[in-house]
C-alpha cells in the first residue's frame, strides 16, 4: 500500500492523506459493497404494495418482506464479525457478497412468498458477513489517521446516501419496471462488486485463533433476533400483541445471559474491557441515537408530506433527494472538519447540530410553504447526521488493535442495525396513533430532538470534551 503508515492523533489537525491507486481500488470494492447493504434497507418499502399482490402475500405478511433481512443482518453481526477475526475477514466477506448475489437473484425471480421470503432471509445473512468485516479490512487497511479519516467518511457518506436512494429508486423503478427491478439493482451490484474483490483485497486475521466463544455466540445472536423481531413487529402491529411482549422478554433474558457468559469464559465473543472502554462506550451511544433519531424523522416526515400536505410519492421522494446531495456533500467535508475537531467534539456538535435542527422541524404546519422547512431542516440535520456516523465510527475504533478490529466494527454495525430498528416503533407510534396526524408529528419530532440534545450532552460529558485527548481507559477509571 502507499498510503502514509503514521499513526495520528485523531483529536489535532490531520493533512489531506494521498491514495495510491490500488488504495482507491480497495476502498470503491469496500464502499460499493456497504452502499449495497444500505440500498437494501429502503429500497423495497415503496414496492411492498405490488409485491404483495403479485405474489398473492396479504398485508399482514407484507411486513416479513422487511423483517426476513432485518432479523439475520442484525443477529448475526457480532457472531460474523468475530469469525472474520478468527479465520479470515476476506474470506467472509467474500462469502456473504456471493451468498448476497445469489439471493438477491432468488428474489429478484422468486415464484411464491416463500420463495421471496427465503431470499430476503439469505440476503440478510449475507449483509451480516459483508458489513462487519467489511468495515474490519477498510480500518485494517487504513491507519489510524489522515487516510482512515477520509476513508470512513467516504463509507459512512455513502451508507446514508444508500438509504435515501434507496428510497427514490424504489419508486422510480417499480412504477417504470415493476417491484422485481428493486431485487434485480441488488444483484447487479453484487455481480459488479464480487469479480473485483479477490484480487484486490488483502487478507487478515488475528494472528492467534482462540476457540470460538460458542455460548457466547449462540445467547447474543439469539437475544438479538428477539429484540430486532420485537421491534420490527410492533412497528407495525404495536407492543400489545403477545409474540412483541415475548420476543422482548426474552430477548433482554437472552442479552443477559450473554453478559453473564463473557464474564466468565476465557475468549469470549465481547471483550468486556473493551466495552468499558469511554470511547467505546459513549461513542457507540451517540451512534445508536443518532441512527435511531434520523430513522424516526425520515418516517414521520413521510407520513407528514403524503398525508398532510398531500405530496405525490415522487415529490415526496425529491424531498429526500436533496437531503441525499447534502449528505455527500458533508461526506466530503466532514474528514476536514474531524481533523480540525477532533472525531469526538465533531461527534458531540454533530449530534447537538440535528438535534437543534430536529426542533425547527417543530415549525410545519398544514400549509404548502411548510415543505420548504422539510427540505431544509432535513437536509441540514442530515449533515450534522452524517458528520455523527463518521466522528463515532472514528470514536469506537481508536486505538483499538488490529487483531479486535472485527470486534469494534461489528459493535459499530451492530449500532447501526439496531438503531435503524428501534427508533420508527418507538417514537412513530407517537405520530400515527394520534387522533390528529400534524399533532401527533409534533410530539414525535419533539420527544425526538430532546433524545439527541439529550445524548450531545451525555457524551460531552463521557467523553470528556473539555479535557484533551480522548481517554480510553475503562468507565470506572478516574
Known sequence: ??????????????????????????????????????LDFSVLNVALPDLGADLGMNRSALQWGVTAFALPSGGFLLLFGRI?????????FLTGLAL???????????????SFLTGRALQGLGAAAIVPTGMSLLTTTFPEGPARDRALGISGTLLSLGFTV??????????????RSTMALLTLFALLVLPLAPTLLPESRTPERPRLDVP?????TAGL?????????????????PDVVTALVAGVVLLAAFATVESRTAAPLV???????????????????TFSMMSTVVFVLTLYLQEVLDLSAFETGLVFGVQGVLSAVAGAYAPKVIGRLGARRTLVASLAGQGALIAALLGLNAHTWSVWLAVSAVSLSSMCHLGAIISYGLT???????????LATGLVTSTQQVGLTVGIPLLGVLATTSDDLLTGVHTALAVDAAVVLAAAALVAVGLRVRSGAVEAEPLGAR
Not at 503514521?6 to 470494492?29: A, C, E, I, Q
Not at 448476497?100 to 416463500?114: C, E, K, M, R
Open 216 to 220: 457466547g455466540a449462540v445467547t447474543v
Open 396 to 406: 469506537v475504533t481508536s486505538g483499538v488493535p488490529d487483531e479486535e478490529q472485527g
Open 100 to 114: 448476497f448475489g445469489a439471493a438477491s437473484l432468488l428474489a429478484t425471480i422468486a415464484w411464491d412468498p416463500a
Open 84 to 92: 472474520g477475526d478468527l479465520y479470515g475477514r476476506r474470506r467472509l
Open 166 to 179: 434507496g428510497m427514490v429508486a424504489g419508486g422510480v423503478l417499480t412504477d417504470a419496471f415493476g417491484w
Open 225 to 241: 433476533l428477539c429484540l430486532i423481531y420485537a421491534l420490527s413487529t410492533a412497528a407495525d402491529h404495536g407492543f400489545d400483541r
Open 271 to 289: 471483550s468486556l474491557p473493551m466495552l468499558r472502554r469511554r470511547t467505546v462506550a459513549w461513542g457507540n451511544l451517540g451512534g445508536l441515537v
Open 1 to 38: 500500500m502507499a498510503i502514509d503508515t503514521t499513526r495520528h492523533d485523531t483529536t489535532g489537525p490531520l493533512d489531506t492523506p494521498r491514495l495510491s491507486t490500488r488504495d482507491k481500488l480497495v476502498l470503491f470494492v469496500l464502499c460499493a459493497a456497504q452502499f449495497m447493504v444500505a
